[in-house]
């Protein structure tokens, strides 16, 4: 495996990406005001459909219509191969310009680009990943287009180009660039709902992935088998751990070889529904992290590793929360950072 850009967070915090705002700028200033160490630029799924995590992702792929303002597919009526053909052109020309994320589609990401962004220890951005974009998308007979061997390569190559896109747009604010795959369905992986190969979900996530230069995240808000992202070439595991804390722990040799070569842990304690964030503070999410944490120590893994190979995070986007809540989310997790830091590094920064 290559060698990556060494991270050692050490617990700041960041955020997975959506938020509730309807306008970029406000939701852009609530990030930096509770996460200026490593801001995250904020999707807007309530601003418009174009904001939904499958459409944003969207422009330029052969094919693909929106309909009503509820729907995405792609429309196989059609001829598609003059558009496949421009996209194999441009990936293997590396045409990045070409496959650029709009401001219709993500006015958040463009708050950030009009940013100074120098002081900060990294930049977060976010792009949806294969396997949920192509069974959440549908041809126009509703059939996922995973299940279809050229449209699955298809979005594994579009994918690329947007997330080196982005990468080479957020390189230009800070030299330091994280970019989460974000992978909502791998929770649904082996259930009688979705059966796909190993081989396949890793091929389609390492050509995602290999389109990333800086440091590589995965994001999944459910329960999955981590064995399996934890075979890629992944830099950043995001999980859940407010609900699935256990679930990482069933895998200690897996973790223990991916921290050993540098991989970094993304604990998702700061919960995104209503009726926990009103109950949970700092303090009581500074124990139910500790508890997850133990889960990994007792198995033999260091606590001083995990301590420096640790970031915090909510445990999914927050878009489905009111301004108000979002805002206590933000608040927790910062909160919950600084309590952390405070407590394993002491007065180091």
């Known amino acids: 495996m290559s060698q990556r850009p060494e991270f050692k967070?050490?617990?700041?915090?960041?955020?997975?990406?959506s938020m509730p705002h309807v306008d970029a700028q406000p939701a852009w200033e609530m990030i930096t005001r509770h996460l200026p160490a490593i801001p995250v630029w904020p999707q807007l799924p309530n601003r418009t459909f174009l904001e939904n995590m499958y459409v944003q992702q969207s422009e330029?792929?052969?094919?693909?219509?929106?309909?009503?303002?509820?729907?995405?597919?792609?429309?196989?009526?059609?001829?598609?191969?003059?558009?496949?053909?421009?996209?194999?052109?441009?990936?293997?020309?590396?045409?990045?310009?070409?496959?650029?994320?709009?401001?219709?589609?993500?006015?958040?990401?463009?708050?950030?680009?009009?940013?100074?962004?120098?002081e900060a220890?990294?930049?977060?951005?976010?792009?949806?990943g294969p396997i949920s974009w192509g069974l959440t998308v549908t041809d126009q007979a509703r059939r996922p287009v995973l299940y279809d061997e050229v449209l699955a390569d298809a979005v594994a190559k579009h994918l690329r180009l947007k997330a080196s896109w982005q990468e080479r747009a957020l390189a230009?604010?800070?030299?330091?660039?994280?970019?989460?795959?974000?992978?909502?369905?791998?929770?649904?992986?082996?259930?009688?709902f979705v059966?796909?190969?190993?081989?396949?979900?890793?091929?389609?996530?390492?050509?995602v992935l290999s389109g990333i230069q800086g440091l590589r995240g995965v994001?999944?808000?459910?329960n999955t088998d981590w064995s399996l992202l934890l075979e890629t070439s992944i830099d950043i595991l995001n999980f859940d751990a407010y609900?699935?804390?256990?679930?990482?722990?069933?895998?200690?040799r897996e973790i223990a070889a991916f921290l050993d070569r540098g991989g970094v842990i993304a604990w998702g304690i700061v919960p995104n529904e209503e009726k926990t964030l009103e109950t949970e503070t700092v303090e009581s999410l500074s124990d139910r992290l500790g508890e997850a944490m133990a889960f990994l120590t007792r198995k033999g893994i260091g606590l001083d590793m995990l301590v420096q190979q640790s970031l915090i995070t909510p445990s999914c986007?927050?878009?489905?929360?009111?301004?108000e809540q979002a805002d206590r989310a933000m608040t927790l997790a910062e909160g919950l950072s600084q309590a952390m830091r405070a407590k394993y590094l002491g007065r180091e920064s």
């Open 60 to 118: 330029g792929f052969p094919g693909v219509v929106l309909q009503d303002e509820d729907r995405i597919y792609v429309d196989r009526g059609r001829s598609l191969d003059e558009g496949l053909e421009l996209l194999y052109l441009s990936y293997l020309q590396n045409d990045l310009d070409s496959y650029a994320i709009s401001p219709l589609y993500a006015a958040g990401l463009h708050a950030m680009l009009a940013s100074d962004m120098r």
């Open 195 to 207: 059966s796909l190969p190993r081989e396949l979900v890793i091929g389609l996530l390492e050509e």
């Open 317 to 323: 986007g927050l878009g489905g929360l009111t301004l």
């Open 9 to 17: 967070p050490r617990m700041l915090a960041t955020a997975v990406g």
């Open 121 to 128: 220890v990294a930049v977060k951005g976010q792009v949806t």
């Open 172 to 192: 230009s604010l800070n030299p330091r660039t994280i970019l989460f795959v974000d992978e909502p369905y791998l929770s649904a992986l082996g259930s009688a």
């Open 243 to 252: 609900n699935y804390a256990e679930s990482v722990s069933l895998y200690p």
């Open 219 to 222: 994001h999944c808000c459910g």
